[in-house]
């Protein structure tokens, strides 16, 4: 089962657009625009915030130890 996190490798500001990108398996720039046309919504700034508040960022890739 997929988990939502937000991400550490595709990131600007806290990665959660990034995090979307990743769980919806699409092209972080497509979210990164979705995200800047409801910006100017005042309740998506507010579910922006409790994203970057509530969503774990990416756990750590486990490196192979030899």
């Not at 959660?16 to 990108?21: D, I, W």
């Not at 398996?25 to 005042?42: A, K, M, N, Q, Y």
């Not at 507010?46 to 969503?55: D, N, Q, S, T």
Request: proline share 6%; aromatic share 16%; net charge positive.
């Amino acid at each position: 089962m997929k988990k939502l996190y937000r991400s550490r490798n595709n990131k600007i500001i806290a990665g959660v657009a990034g995090g979307f990108a990743e769980y919806f398996d699409i092209d972080p720039v497509i979210t990164r625009l979705i995200c800047l046309g409801l910006v100017f919504s005042g309740a998506f700034v507010l579910a922006y915030f409790a994203a970057w508040i509530f969503v774990p960022l990416a756990p750590e890739p486990e490196h192979a130890q030899a």
